[in-house]
C-alpha cells in the first residue's frame, strides 16, 4: 500500500464515521479495503473518531505499522471482526510493525475474531477489563501488565514476555491451547529476569496447557480436564528454571489427553484426583521431593531428579515405569507400594549406588516364583529323559560294535553332543 492510498483509506473512515452519527448508540462500518472491513487507525485523532461516534464495530480495528505511543479507545463495546496490527512489507517508508506503548480498551467487551497484538517491542500496558468473549485467539507479547480480568472463553490463549501482572482471573474455557512463557521470546537459552505468580483461578478446560519460564507459584484449582482437540499430543507440560522452589498442586485435574510433563525445582507434588494417565508422565526435579502419585493405569511413568520417597498406592498396570534418583532412595519401599500388581517392566535406580537394581512389584515376585517352579519340574524331567536316553544308545552302540569293528568308536564329548536335548532357558527380562 502506498502512501496515498493509505490517506485516501483514511479519509474513507473519517467519512464512514461521520455518515452514521446518531444521537444514541452507534453501529459502524468501516469500508472496505485491504483488510477486508476495517478501520486502519496510525494515530490517536483516529482513535478518538471512531470512540466519539461507535459503540459497536461492525468489521475490524487495525493499527498501521506507523503507529507510535499510546493506543486508547475508549466507548466501543464490541468489535466483530479482529482488534490487531497490520505491516505493509512493500512499502520502504513504513516501519514493520507499529511501536505502541500501551494499550487500553477499557469499555471493550466482545471480539468476533482475535486479538493480536503479537511482536511489538515496545509495550508494556495491555489493558482490556471488560472483555469477555474472544471468538477466536489473544496473541500478547512483551507487554509487563495485562488485564484481561473478564475475559471467559476462547479458542487460544498466548502470551510471551517479562510479564509482571497477567490478569484471567475470569478464564474458564480455552478450547484449543493456553501458551504462556514469562520470557522474551521464550528461548530455551533465556532464564527470565524475575519469578512469576501464575493464577489462573476459574479455569476449568483446555484444549492444550503449556507454561514455561519461571515461576514461583501455580494457582489453577478448578483444571480438571485437558481435553486435547487440535493439540492433543501436547497435552500438560509445565517447565519452571532460575532457582525457585514450587509447589504444584491440580486437586480436580482428572482427564490428560496427551503427555503430561513437569519439570524443574518442584517442592511438592499433588494430583489426587487422576487416576488414568492414558499416555505418559514425566516428572523432573531438582528440589528434594516425596511424592505420591495417586495413577491407577498408565501407559509410561519416568519419575527423575532429587526423589527421597516414591509411592505409588494405587497403580495396577503400566507399559514402563522408570525411577532414577540423583539421592539416595528406598526402591524397596517403592516396590512394596506396588502391591496386588502383576509383572510390568519396572526399574529404579539412584545415582548414589554404584549398581543399577531392578525393582519388582509383588505380582511380579510371585510370577517369577510360579516360573522358577515350573523350570525345576522340567529340569527334572528332562535328567530322567536323559538317562533313558543315555541308556538305549549304550544298548545300542553295544549291539552294533561287532558289526562296524573296522570304525572309529565315536569320543565322549561327540557321544554327549549327540544325546543332548535342545537348550532349555528361562528368562524373567525387567528393564
Known sequence: MTLSSRWMLLFATLASLASTQTNETEFCTPPYGTWGNAYVVDTQDVLDEIASHCTTVNGSVVMFANYTGAFSLPNVRNITGSLEWRSVLDDPNLPEEPSPTEIDVPDLEYVGSSVYMNSLPALRNFSAPKLRTVGWSVSIDYAVDVDLRALE????????????????????????????????????????????KLSLPSLSVAGALELDGRY??????????????????????????????????????????GEMTVNGGIGSFAMESMRNMSTGFTLITSEPLNVTIPFEEATYIDIYGNITGLRFPNLKSWEQLRIHSGVDLDCEATTESLANTTAYPYSCWHSEDSSSSSGLSTGAKAGIGVGACVAGILVVGLVAWLSVRRRKRAERLKSESNMHLEETPPTYGEARAQDLPPDYATTVSRD
Open 153 to 196: 472463553s476462547a479458542e487460544y490463549i498466548q502470551y510471551t514476555g517479562n510479564v509482571s501482572t497477567l490478569r484471567l482471573d475470569s478464564l474458564r474455557e480455552v478450547r484449543q491451547r493456553v501458551f504462556i512463557c514469562n520470557k522474551d521470546a521464550c528461548s530455551e537459552g533465556v532464564t527470565p529476569n524475575t519469578a512469576f
Open 216 to 257: 514461583s507459584a501455580l494457582d489453577m484449582p478448578q483444571l480438571a480436564n485437558i481435553s486435547g482437540q487440535d493439540f492433543a499430543a501436547r497435552g500438560f507440560r509445565f517447565a519452571t528454571s532460575g532457582g525457585e522452589v514450587i509447589n504444584l498442586t491440580f486437586p480436580k485435574l482428572s482427564y490428560v489427553r
